[in-house]
Nanobody, 124 residues
């Protein structure tokens, strides 16, 4: 079992930045791919970014590329999401997830463990 805890969310003005963290416990995530997803009120959960087990490969939702950066520190068992130039439409609950298969994917069904989420609210 892997437990995930997101942190770093909050209220920020448009144009601002936030850095989300996802700390894993229970076992090491160093061999697992990791992903970030988000869900806005009344909408389906959507892919944000994913990163390979060693951080060598990353991918982003098209609309987020250039503003968001995913990274990981396997020594700290933690994954990060740096979010810059935030917009009101980025308002959502952000979730991190673990893919035990090690395959990075934009499909949420590929992920086995999920955190509880952290709220990000961007005001205009």
């Amino acid at each position: 079992q892997v437990q995930l805890r997101e942190s770093g969310g909050g209220l920020v003005q448009a144009g601002g930045s936030l850095r989300l963290s996802c700390a894993a416990s229970g076992r090491t995530i160093s061999s697992y791919a990791m992903g970030w997803f988000r869900q806005a009120p009344g909408k389906e959960r959507e892919f944000v970014a994913h990163i390979s087990w060693n951080g060598g490969t990353t991918a982003y939702a098209g609309s987020l590329k250039g503003r968001f950066t995913i990274s990981r520190d396997n020594a700290k068992n933690t994954v990060y999401l740096q979010m810059n130039s935030l917009r009101p439409e980025d308002t959502a609950v952000y979730y991190c997830a673990v893919s035990r298969s090690g395959l990075s994917s934009s499909n949420p069904v590929a992920y086995d463990y999920w955190g509880q989420g952290t709220q990000v609210t961007v005001s205009s």
